[in-house]
C-alpha cells in the first residue's frame, strides 16, 4: 500500500496510544486531588457518554468535511482535554471532553477506510487498523503505569522540586498528561499528511431536527438491512462483552488463581495479545464477500469463555485467554469490514460507524450494568463467567441461523 495509508494507521496509533495511557494518568490526577474512591470507574462512563450523547451528530460532522481533517480536529479536541486537566478542571469533566473528541474521531478512523480503499481490501485494512489499535492498548497501558508509576513518580517529583520553572507542572499526574499532550500532538502532525479525499456524501440541511431525524432514519435503515443487521449486532456484542469481560478477568484472576490486582491486570493484555493474532488471521484469510461465514469463531469463543471456570493455573489461564482473543479477532475484523461497507453504501461510512459506536456503548453499558447487579446478588464470579460465555454463544448461534446464507 502507498504513503498515505500508512499514515492513516500512524495518526490512528499515537491517538489511541494517548486515550489509553491518559485513563491512567487521570486516575492518578484523581487521587492526588483526594477524590471519592467511586469516582475511578466512573472516568470511563463520561468517557463512554459522549459516544452515546453526541452519536447523532459525528457522522453527519465526519461525511461533511474530508476525514483528515476531521481527525485533527478531534485530536485537537483531546489536546484540550489535556489542557483542561492541567489548569484544574475536575478530571471527570476533563477526561468527558477527551471522549467527544474519541467519538468525533472514530468515525473518521474508519470511515476513511472505506473512501481510501477499494472494497476488496477492507478486511485487510481493518486487520490491520485494529491491530494497531490493540498494540496502542497494550503500549498504552504500559506507558501510561510507568508514567504514574511510584519509582517514576519519585524521579519526576525530584526533578520538578529542583526546576526554577516548570511550566505549572507540580505533580507527576500532570508530568504525565503533559506527555501525553505530546503524544496526540504527534498525532495531530500525522494527520497534516493524510491524503485530502472528496467529500462524498453532503449535507442536505444543518440544523438539530434534521439531525436527529437523519440518524433514526439511519439507525431504522442500518438494522433493516440484512448485512447491516448483523454486522451492527456482532461488533456492538463484540465490544459490550470485550469491556464486561476485562472486568470479570480481574475478579476471576483473584479468586481462581489467585494472583493480585497487578498480575491480574497483566493478565487482561493477554487478552489483546490474541486479539492482535485474530486480527491478522482474518485479514490474510476472510474475504468481505464470506464474512458472515466466521460468526461460529464466535460461538466458539462463548464456549472457550466458559471453560475458564476449570481453570486454577496462570499458567494454563494464558494459553486459554489468548484462545479467546484469537477467536475475538477472527470474528469481528470482518465483522467490522462489513459494516462499514454496508453503511458506506447506504448512508454514509461516518454516519454508519457513528452508528455503530452507539450501539456498542449502549451494549457496553447495559452488559457492565447486568455484571454488577451478579456480583451485588451475591452471585459467584464462576456463574457470572458461565452466563456470560453462554449469552455470547447464544446470541450468536441466533445471529448465524438468522444470517448465514446472507452472502451465499
Same mark, same amino acid.
Given at each position: ?25 487521570? %486516575?492518578?490526577?484523581?487521587?492526588? %486531588? ?18 452515546? #450523547? ?34 484544574? %478542571? ?49 503500549? @498504552? ?7 504514574? @508509576? ?60 434534521? &439531525? $436527529? ?63 492482535? #493474532? ?16 466466521? $460468526?461460529?469463531? @464466535? ?9 475458564? #471456570? &476449570? ?52 451494549? #457496553?453499558?447495559?452488559?457492565? @450494568? ?39
Amino acid at each position: 500500500m502507498n504513503r498515505g495509508f500508512y499514515t492513516i494507521l500512524a495518526a490512528q496509533f499515537f491517538s489511541s496510544l494517548g486515550d489509553n495511557a491518559l485513563l491512567f494518568a487521570a %486516575i492518578a490526577l484523581l487521587k492526588s %486531588i483526594a477524590a471519592p474512591t467511586w469516582q475511578i470507574p466512573v472516568l470511563q462512563q463520561f468517557f463512554v457518554f459522549a459516544f452515546i #450523547i453526541i452519536a447523532p451528530f459525528v457522522g453527519p460532522f465526519s461525511d461533511a468535511l474530508p476525514k483528515g481533517r476531521v481527525m485533527l480536529i478531534s485530536n485537537g479536541i483531546k489536546m484540550v482535554g489535556c489542557l483542561a486537566m492541567l489548569i484544574g %478542571i475536575h478530571p471527570l469533566l476533563a477526561y468527558g471532553l477527551v471522549g467527544i473528541g474519541a467519538a468525533i474521531y472514530s468515525p473518521a478512523k474508519y470511515g476513511i477506510l472505506t473512501e481510501y480503499l477499494p472494497a476488496n481490501r477492507l478486511v485487510w485494512a481493518n486487520g490491520w487498523m485494529e491491530g494497531l489499535t490493540v498494540a496502542a492498548v497494550i503500549l @498504552g497501558a504500559i506507558f501510561g503505569g510507568l508514567l504514574v @508509576g511510584h519509582r517514576i513518580e519519585m524521579q519526576v517529583e525530584q526533578q520538578l522540586s529542583s526546576m526554577d520553572y516548570n511550566a505549572g507542572i507540580k505533580t507527576a499526574p500532570e508530568f504525565a498528561i503533559t506527555v501525553i499532550f505530546l503524544v496526540y500532538l504527534v498525532a495531530m502532525i500525522f494527520n497534516l499528511f493524510i491524503p485530502k479525499l472528496p467529500i462524498e456524501h453532503q449535507l442536505s440541511k444543518r440544523n438539530l431536527t434534521f &439531525f $436527529l431525524t437523519d440518524f433514526w432514519r439511519c439507525f431504522v435503515l442500518l438494522w433493516k438491512d440484512p448485512l447491516g443487521q448483523v454486522s451492527l449486532a456482532v461488533t456492538a456484542l463484540f465490544w459490550g462483552a470485550g469491556t464486561t469481560l476485562r472486568f470479570i478477568i480481574l475478579a476471576w484472576a483473584a479468586t481462581s488463581l489467585n494472583l493480585d490486582l497487578e498480575q491480574s491486570t497483566q493478565l487482561t493484555a493477554v487478552v489483546a495479545v490474541g486479539l492482535a #493474532i485474530g486480527s491478522v488471521l482474518a485479514a490474510k484469510y476472510v474475504s468481505l464477500e464470506h464474512s458472515v461465514n466466521v $460468526l461460529p469463531l @464466535g460461538m466458539a469463543m462463548g464456549v472457550v469463555v466458559a471453560l475458564m #471456570i &476449570f481453570v486454577n493455573d496462570w499458567k494454563l489461564a494464558i494459553p486459554l485467554l489468548v484462545l479467546v482473543g484469537i477467536l475475538a479477532g477472527s470474528f469481528v475484523i470482518p465483522m467490522n469490514a462489513l459494516l462499514q461497507h454496508r453503511g458506506h453504501q447506504l448512508m454514509g461510512s461516518g454516519h454508519s460507524i457513528a452508528l455503530q459506536n452507539f450501539n456498542e456503548n449502549i451494549t #457496553i453499558l447495559l452488559m457492565l @450494568g447486568a455484571y454488577a447487579l451478579m456480583i451485588r446478588s451475591g452471585l459467584s464470579v464462576n456463574f457470572a463467567v458461565v452466563a456470560f460465555g453462554g449469552f455470547v454463544f447464544t446470541v450468536m448461534a441466533w445471529l448465524y441461523r438468522k444470517h448465514g446464507h446472507d452472502q451465499d
